[in-house]
């Protein structure tokens, strides 16, 4: 049983970004893309490589790569909740897309690219948790050869239920190994995983050995996200707090007895009745 997390931007890299496991990449692609674009082979642009991660704690996952039909790829994991980041991926896209071309190129020189975001946090507000946009005629919902150039892929991690039982597809169960490899065994793998290419990643996960350098970069890594899930945390409690009181108070000059006001913001007795006094202080 694996204890490193993939997610980890140097994990994932290690797993998906390095030559000799490049039929991995072209598996979690081919499971994100629709069944007539699936790819045979896969080329990496941007193969692993320790000095890009040293020294770098707010690095993040990015895998360029290119296919048999000169596509680009941008394959990305995000772990770190953000509120632009539509914004930031079309950035990127768009980075990918004209960094094709030398000064002296034409345009028929530009090839489709493929944006694939994995979002380790919940960012659409409905429950998908995988997506596709790509531009299209508005009012015929056809697309067009000359504009059919762009495609952005969300996989919302954290939306998947994660239920054995619910896995339909190969999608399915590379989220399940992103979001719980270390609850499994390589040779111990319920039937619903057990799938070539999640084997053979369960097996690159727990042979993985981080030298000195990379090991103290993947602990900082991790105290990191700690850090910043406990401050928004607390954030995010305190600003419930605040929510409630406003509600108690509402409450108060609404007439509400303390049960009910208890009832709606989950406060004491004594918060209410000390909330109480300040409102008729004034």
């Given at each position: 049983m694996s204890k490193i997390n993939p997610k980890i931007d140097l994990v994932f890299k290690k797993i998906f970004g390095t030559e000799?496991?490049?039929?991995?990449?072209?598996?979690?692609?081919?499971?994100?893309?629709?069944?007539?674009?699936?790819?045979?082979?896969?080329?990496?642009?941007?193969?692993?490589?320790?000095?890009?991660?040293?020294?770098?704690?707010?690095?993040?996952?990015?895998?360029?790569?290119?296919?048999d039909k000169d596509r680009w790829y941008n394959i990305e994991l995000q772990i770190r909740e953000q509120?632009?980041?539509?914004?930031?991926?079309?950035?990127?896209?768009?980075e990918l897309y004209g960094g094709q071309l030398f000064e002296t190129d034409s345009f028929d020189k530009l090839n489709k690219t493929i944006s694939i975001n994995l979002l380790d946090f919940r960012y659409f507000p409905d429950d998908r948790y995988v997506r596709r946009y790509c531009l299209k005629d508005f009012d015929t919902n056809e697309t067009y050869p000359e504009m059919d150039y762009i495609d952005m892929y969300y996989v919302e991690l954290k939306k998947f239920d994660g239920e054995l039982q619910h896995i339909k597809n190969a999608l399915d169960r590379w989220i399940t190994f992103l979001n719980k490899a270390g609850e499994f065994e390589k040779d111990k793998l319920p039937k619903e995983l057990s799938a070539p290419e999640i084997n053979r990643a369960m097996e690159t996960l727990e042979r993985i050995n981080l030298n000195k350098k990379e090991r103290e970069y993947y602990e900082e890594r991790k105290k990191f996200l700690r850090d910043e899930y406990a401050a928004d945390k607390t954030v995010e409690e305190k600003i419930k707090l605040e929510k409630n009181f406003e509600n108690a108070q509402n409450g108060i000059l609404a007439g509400f007895s303390n049960e009910i006001i208890k009832a709606i913001t989950k406060l004491s007795d004594e918060q209410i009745d000390k909330l109480r006094n300040e409102i008729n202080y004034k």
């Open positions: 000799e496991n490049k039929d991995l990449l072209k598996s979690l692609i081919n499971s994100v893309l629709p069944e007539n674009q699936k790819i045979t082979t896969i080329t990496i642009k941007n193969p692993y490589n320790e000095i890009d991660f040293i020294g770098d704690r707010l690095s993040v996952v990015d895998i360029k790569a290119t296919d509120s632009y980041f539509g914004r930031r991926s079309l950035f990127y896209w768009s």
